[in-house]
């Protein structure tokens, strides 16, 4: 049967399958101990005498006869001899321990000098003739942490500092030193933080308020398990964003109350979409905080945003904005109308939403049964909580009843109305009064609608509005309950704040720019020192009381005709004397003294729309509506000015929601730092814990200055050790003038350091910790007076002269005492540190240098050359004719070579151990590499390999007593690690957590695979069984006998689980 997968003719060379290793490298005919010159141990040297005692005659007294040999001096048999010499310890005759000490003497003097003769050799050719020298040892780094005493405000620590590390086995002091000068201040990090932008879900950011936790909320870490993202990930809980709108129009303690919001947006969008009142949880600040949860109905038209609801009578009174109440920190006093992104809704138009810029905005409400009022008539104060005369008890033309409420008259009113509900009216007026007119005169044609009353109110812009002749009662029953109202005739003229104005809106706002404009007013003019600090008002449930009002500025209403009480009296005297000459006369009736059993108003207000987009003073004084983004830690009042102040803030225009460009980004909150200082920032990274199938991405760095991320210039990331959080290391920042503690975007009294990633957070690597105040110290090399105390003082000092591993803690204290340093930690062991190079190690690389001339021409030059340069990796192979490409039919191209790398594995920071990967920044270092190496016509592509995933379906019963749902998982993890051995081979002498790497070719069998799992103790039987490969890791192919690589670039590996099932009880 023909081969499945076949050869192309010009690969068929004579190249090793597994490329080269890094345990591949020496050849042995290098290594010091693959031959000797005198190879015989002291065994065989007792062996070799007696065997020539045997060859010597024995003269014992006379030179003419001899009496045998001497191998009766040798009472042992060869091979035996030193079991011999231990069995009889102490009763050895002195010729054989006489001989024994001269073989000891021989062994380590001559036959060991006899032996060196080879490696001498190669050390003169090598060192003295070809001048290679080998690896000079590098000192080991470390990070401390330092902290200050409290009266210090700041320190510098130099090179010419020296810290303690411990002591050597020959008691000579460690001495380390900081690599650069260190200007160390009081500055600390209290806050970590982080935000993830979902990518799946728009408008959806995860958050952690405790970045360094196991849950984003506070939980600790298992001991020695603490290792974190930095930017955040899905499964963090999910934050909220919105707006706010702030305005005295939201005062409205009672009643039923509509409301409505026009925003325009700064582009049209198509309304084609459907249930937006899902779009947005919307609250309002209430008596007992934030209120119940609100749906708006909503609608689109063009650029136009409509929403509206309706606030239920029995729902508490919304109130002004009170910090300790609703949080926030606002800089508002008035009412807070917010409105929260339903991040639980997958709305098309979120993803339109999010990029939104607002130009305006208005607001209007309309009240319906206001009762909390002030009410005056001529004899004063009246309650409206009992029935009341409104006109008095004789009532007459021109007597008032005023209808006053701080709430409602402070505002622009389109129009204001009474619901006026009678005591006892008689149904119709003309019945009522018919009898009259026959002994007064009466008005013609009096009817319910004779009585009248002039309307008129003032609003909160000063604009006066009256309606005359308006009727107190119903037309055809008065026992119907009367509504009057009075409507707004012109339209309120645009609000044009003075200089005034905008001096108050500046005072007020308590940004930096605003107030060092602020002071500019006040040197021109002291008196707008009052403005200094926000005026609040205390709003409260009821808003009746207050003098803010004018008299004239409530609801007027003025009799315009009597109840005819005048009338009454002569009539009734009249009505008197009729009925004494005729007594079948009836009475006539009292006349109605009109009495309030109820009394409500009715009104709509609204704002001038308000522009966020204009940039000039008298918009931002224009304090009518307020706008707010609401972040999740925190908010910032909006507005097109504050943002033309700012000349970083690149966008000038005013977004709908907060924007988040970012996917993932880390929030520093540090105390004890201002604007101009500089801070020492470690990073401590969990390493092979970036994604390498990933670019690495960018970090932006960002300060927080008057609410708006200021991005840090070149100048001002001064260095940046840990190459864009892809390795420990510090990062030295310094913080520009315009940087702010006092914010509200996030939590105030802290200087905030913003790192953001704008795609793929996880191609860097994961934390452990971030500090400050820390700074970098080197090992010191050994002293003469340490060099003469050794005791060994070889050439091949495997030790490594000059080299000092520093672990973690080892470093605690300045040998010159520094009295102002409260603490100095080293949290974490050093680093980069490396012995003095080995011998065979030397002989590897010199014989590797001198084959390959550091130019890539053979597939052993380039295996060999990347393999001395990066020690990290595992395994190297070379493919000539080859380019990277993952199907078994195009990977076949002459003039291209492909290189495969194959790092160590690190299980517990892989981001998958299945599949070794080597990071992208390493393949790019490999790439130039090879590239300034190769010749200029070949075509070099430097890649990882690919993987085929083989997965195990099979039905089993494990024998009695095994539980199956743990020793499922035992049999899981077993496959696993029986095809990829990798994750439980541990190569000998390492201790970093690190295991060998993949084997390229191969092939596995069905047969062999299933014989390894019957031969499990916890096995009874197999059934069923099915060996499938994939290789996405999605699409299985079918069942198959044996499994082997489609092609050269393949590695097998195993899938991340298998299918296994209980088989069936007969």
């Known amino acids: 049967m023909a081969d499945p997968n076949p050869i192309h003719p010009i690969t068929q060379l004579n190249l090793p399958e597994q490329g080269l290793s890094q345990d591949q490298r020496l050849p042995k005919g290098l290594n010091a101990d693959y031959v000797s010159i005198d190879e015989r141990s002291i065994e065989d040297q007792f062996a070799f005498l007696k065997a020539l005692a045997q060859q010597l005659k024995f003269y014992p007294n006379d030179d003419q006869a001899a009496d045998g040999d001497w191998s009766a001096f040798f009472p042992f048999e060869p091979g035996q001899a030193l079991p011999w010499l231990q069995q009889h310890q102490g009763r050895v005759p002195p010729q054989l321990a006489l001989l024994k000490v001269f073989l000891d003497a021989y062994q380590q003097g001559p036959q060991a000098k006899l032996n060196q003769l080879k490696q001498r050799y190669l050390h003169h050719y090598y060192r003295d003739v070809l001048r290679f020298s080998p690896k000079a040892p590098v000192a080991e780094r470390a990070h401390l942490v330092v902290e200050l005493k409290k009266p210090i405000p700041k320190l510098l620590i130099g090179p010419d500092d020296r810290l303690t590390a411990g002591k050597r086995e020959d008691k000579s002091e460690i001495l380390v030193a900081p690599i650069d000068e260190n200007l160390i201040n009081q500055s600390r990090i209290v806050e970590k933080r982080s935000l993830f932008r979902s990518a799946d879900e728009p408008g959806t950011i995860k958050v952690a308020l405790v970045a360094d936790s196991r849950d984003g909320l506070g939980e600790a870490f298992e001991s020695g398990q603490q290792k974190w993202s930095g930017f955040g990930h899905e499964a963090l809980p999910a934050g909220t964003i919105g707006f706010a709108l702030s305005s005295s129009l939201l005062q409205l303690s009672e009643a039923e109350r509509r409301i409505e919001v026009l925003l325009t947006l700064g582009s049209k969008l198509t309304d084609t979409w459907v249930e937006l009142a899902e779009l947005f949880k919307i609250h309002f600040s209430t008596s007992d905080g934030w209120s119940t949860e609100y749906r708006a109905d909503a609608s689109l038209n063009g650029n136009a945003l409509s929403l509206s609801l309706t606030v239920p009578a029995e729902e508490a009174a919304i109130v002004g904005y009170q910090p300790q109440l609703h949080g926030y920190q606002l800089d508002t006093a008035e009412p807070v109308m917010q409105l929260l992104l339903n991040n639980q809704v997958r709305h098309p138009l979120v993803a339109h939403l999010l990029e939104a810029k607002l130009t305006t905005a208005k607001l209007t409400v309309n009240v319906s049964g206001a009762r909390q009022l002030l009410i005056h008539s001529d004899i004063g104060r009246v309650s409206s909580d009992n029935d009341f005369l409104p006109?008095?008890?004789?009532?007459?033309?021109?007597?008032?009843?005023?209808?006053?409420?701080?709430?409602?008259?402070?505002?622009?009113?389109?129009?204001?109305?009474?619901?006026?509900?009678?005591?006892?009216?008689?149904?119709?007026?003309?019945?009522?009064?018919?009898?009259?007119?026959?002994?007064?005169?009466?008005?013609?044609?009096?009817?319910?609608?004779?009585?009248?009353?002039?309307?008129?109110?003032?609003?909160?812009?000063?604009?006066?509005?009256?309606?005359?002749?308006?009727?107190?009662?119903?037309?055809?029953?008065?026992?119907?309950?009367?509504?009057?109202?009075?409507?707004?005739?012109?339209?309120?003229?645009?609000?044009?704040?003075?200089?005034?104005?905008?001096?108050?809106?500046?005072?007020?706002?308590?940004?930096?720019?605003?107030?060092?404009?602020?002071?500019?007013?006040?040197?021109?003019?002291?008196?707008?020192?009052?403005?200094?600090?926000?005026?609040?008002?205390?709003?409260?449930?009821t808003l009746v009381a207050g003098s803010s009002v004018r008299k004239d500025q409530g609801l007027q209403l003025t009799l315009q005709q009597d109840f005819f009480h005048q009338s009454y009296r002569n009539a009734y005297v009249k009505n008197v004397l009729a009925l004494n000459a005729d007594p079948n006369l009836a009475m006539i009736a009292e006349p109605y003294t009109p009495q309030i059993g109820d009394l409500s108003l009715n009104y709509e207000a609204y704002t001038q729309t308000v522009s966020f987009a204009d940039s000039s003073s008298e918009a931002f004084a224009n304090t009518e509506i307020r706008f707010f983004h609401l972040d999740c830690f925190g908010q910032r009042r909006e507005h097109a000015l504050q943002r033309q102040q700012l000349d970083f803030v690149t966008d000038k225009s005013v977004s709908l929601l907060p924007e988040h460009p970012e996917q993932g980004a880390l929030l520093l909150g540090l105390e004890q730092l201002q604007a101009g200082d500089s801070v020492q920032l470690l990073f401590q990274v969990v390493d092979g814990s970036a994604d390498p199938r990933l670019t690495p991405q960018p970090i932006r760095w960002s300060v927080l200055c008057d609410n708006y991320w200021k991005p840090l210039s070149q100048q001002e990331l001064i260095f940046d050790r840990s190459n864009g959080l892809l390795t420990s290391g510090l990062v030295k920042l310094l913080i520009p003038n315009q940087a702010t503690t006092e914010n509200s975007l996030m939590p105030s009294g802290l200087l905030w350091l913003k790192l953001a990633i704008d795609q793929q957070p996880g191609s860097v690597c994961q934390l452990r910790d971030v500090l400050s105040n820390a700074i970098e110290v080197a090992a010191l090399p050994r002293t003469a007076s340490d060099s003469r105390n050794?005791?060994?003082?070889?050439?091949?000092?495997?030790?490594?002269?000059?080299?000092?591993?520093?672990?973690?803690?080892?470093?605690?204290?300045?040998?010159?005492?520094?009295?102002?340093?409260?603490?100095?930690?080293?949290?974490?062991?050093?680093?980069?540190?490396?012995?003095?190079?080995?011998?065979?190690?030397?002989?590897?690389?010199?014989?590797?240098?001198?084959?390959?001339?550091?130019?890539?021409?053979?597939?052993?030059?380039?295996?060999?050359?990347?393999?001395?340069?990066?020690?990290?990796?595992?395994?190297?192979?070379?493919?000539?004719?080859?380019?990277?490409?993952?199907?078994?039919?195009?990977?076949?191209?002459?003039?291209?070579?492909?290189?495969?790398?194959?790092?160590?594995?690190?299980?517990?920071?892989?981001?998958?151990?299945?599949?070794?990967?080597?990071?992208?920044?390493?393949?790019?270092?490999?790439?130039?590499?090879?590239?300034?190496?190769k010749p200029m016509q070949a075509q070099v592509h430097?890649?990882?390999?690919?993987?085929?995933?083989?997965?195990?379906?099979?039905?089993?019963?494990?024998?009695?007593?095994?539980?199956?749902?743990?020793?499922?998982?035992?049999?899981?993890?077993?496959?696993?690690?029986?095809?990829?051995?990798?994750?439980?081979?541990?190569?000998?002498?390492?201790?970093?957590?690190?295991?060998?790497?993949?084997?390229?070719?191969?092939?596995?069998?069905?047969?062999?695979?299933?014989?390894?799992?019957?031969?499990?103790?916890?096995?009874?039987?197999?059934?069923?069984?099915?060996?499938?490969?994939?290789s996405d890791g999605t699409e299985f192919g079918s069942d198959a006998h044996q499994q082997q690589p489609q092609h050269p670039l393949q590695v097998l590996t195993s899938a991340p689980e298998h299918l296994i099932e209980e088989a069936a009880y007969d």
């Not at 994750?983 to 790497?997: A, K, T």
């Open 790 to 933: 050794r005791s060994d003082n070889s050439e091949s000092d495997e030790a490594g002269v000059g080299y000092d591993p520093l672990p973690a803690g080892s470093i605690s204290k300045f040998s010159n005492a520094r009295t102002e340093i409260k603490s100095l930690q080293q949290p974490f062991a050093g680093f980069g540190g490396r012995d003095r190079e080995t011998d065979n190690d030397y002989a590897a690389r010199v014989s590797e240098r001198l084959r390959h001339k550091d130019r890539a021409l053979s597939i052993h030059d380039y295996e060999t050359l990347v393999l001395q340069r990066f020690p990290r990796l595992y395994r190297v192979k070379a493919i000539p004719h080859c380019r990277p490409k993952t199907d078994s039919a195009n990977w076949q191209a002459p003039g291209h070579s492909t290189i495969l790398l194959v790092p160590y594995v690190n299980s517990d920071n892989a981001v998958d151990p299945l599949q070794p990967l080597a990071d992208s920044q390493t393949l790019d270092q490999v790439q130039d590499f090879l590239d300034a190496r």
């Open 391 to 541: 006109f008095g008890p004789l009532p007459k033309v021109g007597s008032p009843l005023s209808i006053g409420s701080d709430e409602i008259f402070s505002k622009r009113l389109r129009q204001v109305s009474v619901n006026l509900s009678w005591k006892s009216p008689p149904m119709r007026f003309a019945d009522h009064y018919s009898g009259y007119s026959s002994y007064v005169g009466m008005p013609a044609g009096l009817d319910n609608s004779y009585f009248t009353v002039d309307a008129s109110y003032r609003d909160g812009d000063g604009r006066y509005f009256n309606v005359t002749g308006q009727s107190l009662f119903h037309s055809t029953n008065a026992g119907v309950t009367r509504t009057l109202g009075v409507s707004e005739t012109s339209i309120a003229a645009p609000h044009q704040p003075d200089i005034k104005g905008y001096a108050q809106a500046l005072g007020q706002y308590r940004s930096s720019w605003a107030q060092k404009q602020f002071g500019n007013f006040r040197r021109i003019n002291p008196i707008y020192q009052r403005f200094v600090k926000p005026i609040r008002k205390e709003f409260t449930q």
């Open 942 to 1030: 430097v890649i990882n390999p690919s993987y085929l995933q083989l997965r195990v379906n099979l039905l089993v019963r494990f024998k009695t007593g095994f539980e199956f749902n743990h020793y499922r998982e035992q049999l899981q993890l077993a496959i696993r690690e029986q095809l990829s051995p990798w994750l439980s081979d541990v190569p000998s002498g390492n201790d970093s957590g690190e295991h060998s790497g993949p084997e390229f070719g191969g092939r596995v069998y069905k047969s062999v695979l299933m014989d390894f799992i019957e031969e499990l103790p916890y096995v009874e039987f197999i059934s069923q069984v099915q060996l499938q490969a994939s």
